[in-house]
């Protein structure tokens, strides 16, 4: 009986692997265009706190000048607020109940599961990333699978507090110096800044760049630990240091795109530039926080794509919801690479190209109650949501799969969900709802989930459960990760 369980496992997880991936050996007949691709993501960046997307404040000159070379999409959103599952799905193309990583320094990627990286390392690319989120690190996350290098040393102490990080300045050093020794490969760079999440603390000047001339005074309590500047209880100042963050990261990121325009010059290079997630500053009364609920504060993202003569450029999509979800089969398609792995997204380049529709109506952000923050029901154990281009439909559930709660909101005209409609447009509320229970019992009989739980015995799973040391225990409590 032993052995025909080791040998059920054996083919259980060929299967499930060949649904989830492709072999990444080289091979003379794997030819693809001769691009080097670099994925640039900010984390917790709101869009419409850059210029670009409409904000009044002049936080993002260099980026807005990149734009200029890019089409940018007006209604990208991640599908999951939080970092490491949101940059999963980044690299993979799944939604999270694929891929597995929903909690942060909690649940790591699956070796089965192809990454990007993996892939274009078949094709004979040279990849790397340089990270400056804990929650990115390798044993954390897992995401360091393809990469030849995967820096990840957090070196700096926070200025306010003695706790570890990494900036933008320092982040793009080593960055730098790998485009100067690489820049005749053909390669793959991801570089991840941190510095718009919190705490906000700009170093000078930009510390002192914007000011608000108005106080908007809050209970300091409804305030994170870990986000308080000592008694400030000024909401404006608050968002004032927020923008000074993305002003700093925008110089840093103006410096990197010029690097790269001096001295990759022997191919094109496809650029992506996007957003883990997006930061509630205030809304629904999150001050400064992200991954507690479905809130478009949080969901929204920024995303432009740029390719010489590939990619139209100054080009706005104002019209279509894309999806992080999205990046990777873009960037095979753009490749020719054939996507021989399972992925949720679509490939945007038709969109882009052909001004084709996207033969996608819905996407399904969700979001599992981690943390418990005060703002939200000790009972609500996840929100689940289905979002149109136009209207969004939000449940909250018990652990027990109870729903708890429900949310109705018209996206288009009400941009800060602040008028719940589900009492209100019912059959709008009926059709979203019925689609939002089919795709959670549709997730709920995915068989590579089954396959994968039942080979992972409780002992490997354990093994599969992240070590957390000293150091990196600190570094999450100073962003909020662990209570």
């Known amino acids: 009986m032993k052995y025909i369980k080791q040998s059920l496992i054996i083919v259980l997880l060929i299967i499930s692997t060949t649904f989830f991936t492709f072999s990444c050996e080289r091979g003379k007949d794997r030819k693809a265009k001769n691009y080097n691709v670099i994925i640039i993501s ?8 850059m210029s670009d997307y409409g904000y009044s404040r ?3 000159p260099n980026i807005d000048a990149f734009f200029k070379k890019c089409t940018l999409f007006k209604h990208a959103v991640t599908v999951y607020p939080k970092t490491a599952s949101s940059m999963t799905s980044m690299l993979t193309g799944l939604y999270p109940y694929h891929h597995g990583v929903r909690k942060n320094a909690k649940d790591k990627l699956r070796k089965t599961i192809r990454t990007l990286p993996e892939i274009l390392k078949g094709y004979g690319y040279s990849t790397a990333a340089f990270i400056s989120n804990v929650v990115l690190k390798s044993k954390l996350s897992g995401l360091n699978q393809g990469f030849d290098v995967y820096d990840e040393r957090l070196q700096e102490k926070e200025l306010n507090r003695n706790l570890r990080e990494r900036t933008a300045a320092n982040l793009i050093k080593p960055a730098i110096r790998w485009i100067k020794e690489n820049k005749e490969k053909k390669f793959f760079l991801w570089i991840h800044f941190i510095d718009p999440h919190g705490p906000y603390t700009p170093p000078k000047p930009y510390n002192k760049k914007f000011r608000s001339k108005e106080k908007k005074l809050i209970d300091i309590n409804l305030i994170s630990s870990y986000q308080r500047r000592g008694n400030l209880n000024d909401a404006n100042r608050y968002i004032d240091y927020y923008d000074g963050e993305i002003a700093f990261m925008d110089e840093n990121v103006g410096k990197l795109l010029r690097i790269i325009n001096k001295e990759v010059t022997k191919r094109k290079s496809l650029i992506i530039f996007t957003a883990d997630h997006g930061e509630s500053l205030g809304e629904h009364n999150d001050y400064f926080e992200h991954g507690r609920r479905v809130y478009d504060t949080c969901l929204r993202i920024p995303l432009a794509i740029h390719l010489d003569d590939v990619i139209p450029e100054n080009k706005i999509n104002d019209t279509d919801q894309v999806a992080i979800i999205d990046i ?50 000790k009972n609500v154990d996840s929100f689940k949501a289905i979002r149109s281009r136009d209207w969004k ?13 429900e949310e109705l909101y018209n996206i288009a005209n009400d941009y800060s969900e602040e008028n719940n409609l589900a009492s209100k447009e019912i059959d709008i509320k009926n059709k979203l709802k019925k689609k939002l229970l089919q795709e959670l019992e549709r997730q709920k009989k995915n068989i590579f989930e089954k396959i994968i739980d039942w080979i992972e015995t409780k002992e490997s799973k354990k093994k599969r459960e992240t070590e957390i040391n000293k150091k990196d225990l600190e570094a999450l409590k100073s962003l909020g990760y662990v209570k």
């Open 328 to 377: 990777m089969p873009t960037i095979l398609d753009i490749l020719d690479i054939e996507p021989r792995t399972r992925m949720d997204g679509k490939t945007l380049l038709p969109l882009i190209t052909k001004n084709e529709k996207l033969n996608r109506e819905y996407v399904f952000p969700e979001v599992l109650n981690q943390y418990k923050p005060k703002t939200v029901p």
């Open 58 to 60: 002049q936080t993002t």
């Open 42 to 49: 900010i984390d917790a960046l709101r869009p419409d706190h």
């Open 393 to 405: 439909y939000v449940l909250a559930f018990d652990k027990n799969g109870k729903i708890l709660s």
